[in-house]
């Protein structure tokens, strides 16, 4: 899953024509949603201050981190949130 959230979230900082999906396009339970959403903030910021290559070292490795804290965050989207 974490290649997923990374996946999405460089898309987002990309500003590609995907980035505008919801989380059920983007094959994402409510739980990987919080966390890629989590990411792209921090990726923002990270880009900000360091350009786009840090803020993509910084996607994969929240990515990597989360992901195997949740243990693959693949619980239910029954209580989605919308992004903050």
């Known amino acids: ?3 997923l959230i990374s996946y999405w979230a460089e898309q987002d900082l990309a500003d590609s024509q995907w980035a505008g999906l919801d ?5 994402l339970s409510n739980q990987q949603y919080e966390i890629y959403d989590d990411i792209v903030q921090a ?12 803020a993509k070292a910084l996607i ?17 989207s029954e209580n989605w949130r919308p992004p903050t």
């Open 60 to 76: 994969k490795r929240l990515a990597e981190r989360r992901c195997a804290a949740a243990n693959g965050a693949t619980h239910s």
């Open 1 to 3: 899953m974490r290649r």
């Open 43 to 54: 990726a923002r910021a990270e880009r900000k201050r360091h350009g786009t290559p840090a």
């Open 23 to 27: 989380w059920e396009q983007k094959g």
